[in-house]
């Protein structure tokens, strides 16, 4: 059974410091990790994708992909009260075919501080 | 990316009816699915809506319960039979663009919020 971990929070950080959020994942073979952005009341929102190891930067955000210790991550820098918000860690099946399911943690909630 | 429309947003129902959902896509996708998310909760896949044949579902949801439907590419309902307090949830539409292996993002419609009295 494939699992995706993460720590429920309430992770709560001030206006303008970094928030670092973790996910681990068990299956080995994982090649793709999607993080996606949940507000209160609303449907989840595609924030970023990363496939190989490293980093990966759009904006403020950050995806680090660690394959050998089965961890990503997602770094907010100067983080906002607008990014106030669970975070939903994803991943796909290992093999593609016509099973494309996403296995989700359970979310980190997020709580920007003004 | 394209635009996915549910409808209902919301509803308020009276347990013992039924209730569907619909999902329309503005472009062709190769996947759909439906989700289940109860308060406080992460997302929970209930089937994957199939074109043009039955659409497979999840441990713990059955088709007499949750029938789906997928005339095409672009357009797929879910119907809540018999409904008790217990459904009340929000019932998620997604879809994968990709036809290549799965490794690919999921993108979601807005959702429809449904309680039951």
């Known amino acids: 059974q494939k699992e995706v971990e993460q720590n429920s929070g309430p992770l709560s950080v001030p206006e303008g410091a970094i928030a670092s959020l973790n996910c681990t994942y068990s299956?080995?073979?994982?090649?793709?990790f999607f993080w996606y952005r949940q507000y209160s009341g609303k449907s989840p929102e595609l924030i970023m994708s990363i496939y190989s190891n490293g980093d990966k930067e759009d904006g403020r955000f950050t995806a680090q992909l660690n394959k050998a210790s089965q961890y990503v991550s997602l770094l907010i820098r100067d983080s906002q009260p607008s990014d106030s918000a669970t975070y939903l860690c994803a991943v796909p099946p290992l093999s593609g075919g016509s099973n494309y399911k996403l296995t989700f943690g359970k979310g980190t909630l997020l709580t920007v501080n003004p | 990316s394209a635009v996915i429309s549910q409808k209902p947003s919301r509803d308020i129902c009276q347990r013992g009816t039924s209730l569907t959902i619909q999902c329309q896509v503005d472009?062709?996708?190769?996947?759909m699915f439906w989700y289940r998310q109860q308060p406080g909760q992460s997302l929970t896949l209930i089937a994957t809506?199939?074109?043009?044949?039955?659409?497979?579902?999840e441990s713990g949801f059955v088709i007499d319960k949750f029938p789906i439907s997928r005339p095409n590419l672009t357009f797929s309902t879910l119907t809540v039979s018999n409904m008790s307090p217990e459904d009340s949830s929000i019932y998620l539409c997604?879809?994968?663009?990709?036809?290549?292996?799965?490794?690919?993002?999921?993108?979601f419609g807005d959702g429809t919020r449904l309680s039951i009295l």
């Open positions: 997604s879809v994968c663009y990709s036809s290549s292996a799965g490794n690919q993002p999921q993108h």
């Open positions: 299956d080995r073979g994982s090649q793709s």
């Open positions: 472009s062709q996708v190769t996947m």
């Open positions: 809506a199939n074109q043009g044949s039955e659409a497979t579902y």
